[in-house]
């Protein structure tokens, strides 16, 4: 790192990491101390530990400064590791949204029998590293690495129930598609590496903003380069027209597994898209460097792209008859609407949209809550199982209604907040 020794503040930027690793040694350790028939305990240690670890988080947060809370490239003394993290307040909050996720997604994988492994509390705990790096990625390699260790655990926990038809399906659909949007998007970064000779974001970014006129060659692949990044986490964030995969891996996949990938893997992509906005390392216009803002050519693709995202999400969710695959139509709608909020380019809109991330990942992790309890009795998860709900359980009836107003952003739910402050970022 160029001489420069790691401080303790560096260490401590990458706490929430290291305690994530230290709770995936303890619970297989612990896991071989408990009988067979205790090995719910794993889960609930999962839980704890997930818990303790974003207390940790916003603990440092507190009493060791605010990182930088800019959105802004200019800011590199938060920059650390060689360039590699950098610790600011996108970090921090998608580090919440993660750490919140695991902890939940584990709590309602508790009434799950065929969950009751190590395997699957492990994955999950790396599932949550990898996005959580990802999000505090500021390299290009970085970022790749943080990401096949996020996917990889992904592909294995959608197919986890190996002994059903539809999970294995689920685990290869999301493994096929996956990899060629992983391909798509490493060949983008190869050919802006190709370019600027570097992989650090902001780097990139300082060389794209330098307002020097290029070639026609030259913006050519860069626009090249720029679509193929913005379909590799279109993909991620289950956006039209990178969508197709979601309903299918959603229906067949874990229900407490598909709770946590249509939050915190949606959560990442969204991590890593204002990530590069705000180093700057797409803001050109044809012809030239360092335009900014919404001249750029990429953004027409961009909004066409969240109204068309929001418009067949919200259309489709309403023809199912499988709940768990009206939640994935309505996981797509719910990418448009945050899509809102990072197009437009401002602190403020960033900020709406983490909001409603971390908003979202409450409300629909504590509807597929409801969904698992019910499909323990129906051993079904069709719409029929929920009629009548509020007679045979008024509490989960209250619940699920809550949840759905939310998603829909009916007032005075929390989706309803997040909406606002989306559209009036806008």
Same mark, same amino acid.
């Given at each position: ?6 401080? *303790? ?28 028939d205790?090995? +719910? ?5 999962? !839980?704890w530990?997930?818990f303790?670890?974003?207390? @940790?988080?916003?603990?440092?947060w ?5 990182p ?10 938060s ?6 993290i950098?610790?600011?307040?996108i ?18 994988s ?11 509390y492990?994955?999950?705990?790396t599932?949550?590293?990898?996005f959580s ?46 990899? #060629? ?6 060949f ?8 600027t ?16 006129? @290029? ?5 050519? @692949? ?7 990044i ?11 027209? /990178?969508?197709f ?14 709770? /946590? ?9 969204? !991590? ?11 803001? #050109? ?20 792209m ?18 768990k695959r ?15 909020? *990072? ?15 971390l ?5 629909? @992790?504590?509807? /597929? ?7 323990n ?14 007679? +045979? ?26 909406k &606002? &402050?989306? #559209?009036?970022?806008?």
């Open positions: 790192m160029d001489g420069i020794e790691p401080t *303790l503040s560096w260490y401590l930027a990458l706490a929430p990491e290291i305690a994530l690793a230290i709770l995936l040694i303890a619970i297989q350790v612990y896991s071989r101390a408990l009988p067979s205790k090995q +719910r305990n794993v889960g609930l240690m999962t !839980a530990g997930a303790t670890i974003l207390l @940790i988080t916003l603990g440092l507190l009493f060791a400064g605010e930088d809370s800019t959105l802004s490239r200019d800011l590199n003394q920059l650390i590791w060689g360039g590699m950098r610790h600011d307040l970090t921090l909050v998608f580090r919440v949204i993660f750490l919140s996720a695991l902890m939940t997604t584990s709590l309602i508790l009434d799950v029998k065929r969950l009751q492994t190590v395997e699957y492990a994955l999950l705990i599932a949550s590293m990898g790096l990802m999000a505090a990625s500021a390299d290009l390699i970085m970022l790749y690495i943080a990401l096949e260790m996020a996917s990889i655990s992904s592909y294995i926990l959608a197919g986890f129930y190996k002994n059903e038809d539809r999970s294995p399906e689920a685990g290869m659909k999301y493994f096929v598609y996956g990899a #060629f949007a992983t391909g798509v998007m490493l983008g970064m190869s050919l802006l590496y190709g370019i000779g570097g992989t650090n974001l902001y780097a990139i970014g300082g060389l794209v903003m330098s307002n020097q006129p @290029i070639s026609p060659e030259i913006n050519a @692949i860069l626009l090249i380069a720029a679509a193929m913005i379909v590799g986490f279109g993909f991620k964030i289950s956006a039209v027209p /990178f969508h995969w979601t309903p299918d891996v959603y229906e067949g996949s874990p229900t407490a597994f598909t709770a /946590f990938v249509s939050t915190a893997s949606k959560a990442a992509g969204f !991590a890593v898209f204002m990530r590069v906005f705000s180093s700057g390392m797409l803001n #050109f216009t044809p012809g030239n460097l360092g335009q900014p803002g919404q001249g750029t050519a990429w953004w027409p693709m961009l909004v066409s969240c109204i068309i995202t929001m418009t067949i999400g919200n259309f489709a969710a309403i023809y199912q008859r499988n709940i009206m939640l994935a139509y309505s996981s797509i709608s719910q990418a448009g609407y945050a899509l809102i909020g *990072l197009l437009t380019f401002t602190p403020d809109g960033s900020g709406a949209t983490m909001f409603y991330l908003m979202y990942a409450f409300t629909n @992790i504590a509807a /597929f809550g409801v969904i698992i309890v019910i499909s009795v129906s051993k079904s998860e069709q719409m029929e199982d929920f009629y009548g709900l509020n007679k +045979r359980s008024p509490y989960l009836a209250l619940v699920m209604l809550f949840a759905l107003l939310s998603l829909g952003g009916i007032p005075p739910t929390a989706g309803f907040l997040g &606002f &402050f989306v #559209f009036k970022a806008a």
